[in-house]
């Protein structure tokens, strides 16, 4: 059976606090691991098992031992798929940053599919006895940084730390026009497209609260390169936002109806990453892509 083991110490704690509280609020894990752990005395503070409403403090040795049985997936059954060798922009125990190609799929949407990130990060885990988990996404013709887990108990933390905006990712995009405002915040709800099933759109169906910033970083004769942050995480967010201000992202298929060329110009360019369990953080950049070189 797989087990996966964490030796850690307590840092960052104000004051004593529970080991429960511990557990859920500084290291993220979800109330049924932390149920599971409790349960089957798989966690010790200072190499003895405590109840879990008995406190900790910083510099304690705590060490959590989770199994596959903790999971009702321990293994998301990917097809291994090693036609393409995966870019890793970095890589621990627990997770991959791969550099996603334009044009390749994030995830299959049925059981036999091929040909997509997960199933050429599965090809490459096999080889250790190990699984792809999918974290998150980017659309199929958006390149960059994109989160791998390995393990299913670093999924819910990464998970939260994405959908929380704890985990900050910056994008890159040459779209059409000049700004005359050159940063701000568009603060647009997104919804449905009930004439197109592939698209969203501002104040659609079911709208939900949208935020993404944006910084100007050069403009070349009628375009300009923009640096993005999303605060909240809805599909196809920043080409929406930017086609409704007027600056549609160039190459986009669904959204700029101006478009003259296969490549969408949208980059998964940096990455905080929080590291699970050790709450470490990471800044991890992907290589700007050559066709970003239009100036």
Request: a positive charge; proline letters at 5%.
């Amino acid at each position: 059976m797989h087990k996966w083991q964490y030796q850690l110490i307590v840092k960052n704690v104000i004051s004593p606090v529970s080991v429960r509280k511990y557990l859920s609020n500084y290291l993220l894990i979800p109330k049924h691991l932390i149920f599971s752990l409790r349960k089957n005395k798989r966690i010790t503070v200072n190499g003895k098992y405590l109840p879990m409403n008995f406190n900790v403090k910083n510099n304690d040795h705590i060490e959590i031992l989770f199994t596959a049985n903790d999971f009702k997936l321990p293994v998301q059954n990917l097809l291994p798929d090693n036609s393409q060798k995966i870019k890793i922009l970095f890589e621990n125990k627990d997770l991959l940053v791969v550099n996603k190609k334009r044009g390749i799929k994030t995830h299959p949407n049925s059981p036999n599919e091929t040909g997509t990130l997960l199933n050429f990060c599965e090809s490459y885990l096999n080889k250790s006895k190990q699984h792809a988990y999918m974290i998150h996404r980017l659309d199929q013709e958006t390149s960059g940084a994109i989160i791998v887990g390995k393990n299913p108990a670093v999924v819910p933390i990464l998970v939260k730390l994405i959908k929380d905006k704890i985990i900050h990712r910056t994008y890159l995009a040459w779209v059409d026009g000049k700004f005359k405002q050159k940063s701000g915040i568009i603060n647009l709800p997104i919804g449905l497209d009930i004439t197109d099933k592939r698209k969203r759109q501002v104040n659609g169906t079911h709208a939900k609260k949208a935020l993404t910033k944006y910084n100007v970083l050069k403009e070349y004769r009628n375009s300009s390169l923009v640096e993005i942050n999303i605060q909240t995480g809805r599909t196809h967010q920043i080409r929406v936002h930017m086609n409704k201000i007027g600056h549609p992202i160039i190459g986009d298929p669904l959204y700029n109806e101006n478009n003259s060329t296969g490549n969408m110009l949208l980059h998964s360019w940096k990455l905080k990453l929080i590291i699970p369990y050790y709450m470490n953080n990471k800044v991890i950049e992907s290589p700007i892509p050559a066709e970003f070189n239009i100036m």
